[in-house]
Nanobody
């Protein structure tokens, strides 16, 4: 069973918006949830993270454009992505860290920004 199920990726024009969703398929004692992305030929990097008390982190490249939020009751995390550009093209991976520091990953969802 895949621990995290992502949705919402796709093709969007520059300047457009997408909203990614990630739902945990089981019950976890969640410490934080976040989104990473990996562009072709590059390493996987952290985009945004939200901790169980609500504090957030954003990579400099997405500050002011992306917003991470969470529905605690549904163990779901969202990433609202606005003003997308070609450099945002990547596979986006959902990530969950539990209270034991165990890390879980989703299968990834492709985001392509192109005209």
């Amino acid at each position: 069973q895949v621990p995290l199920v992502e949705s919402g990726g796709g093709l969007v024009q520059p300047g457009g918006s997408l909203r990614l969703s990630c739902a945990a398929s089981a019950s976890y004692d969640i410490a934080s949830m976040g989104w990473y992305r990996q562009a072709p030929g590059k390493e996987r990097v952290l985009v945004a993270r939200i901790h169980n008390r609500g504090s957030t982190y954003y990579a400099d490249s997405v500050k002011g454009r992306f917003t991470i939020s969470r529905d605690n009751a549904k163990n779901t995390v969202f990433l609202q992505m606005n003003r997308l550009n070609s450099e945002d093209t990547a596979v986006y991976y959902c990530n969950l860290v539990d209270e034991s520091a165990q890390m879980y990953w989703g299968q990834g969802t492709q985001v392509t920004v192109s005209s």
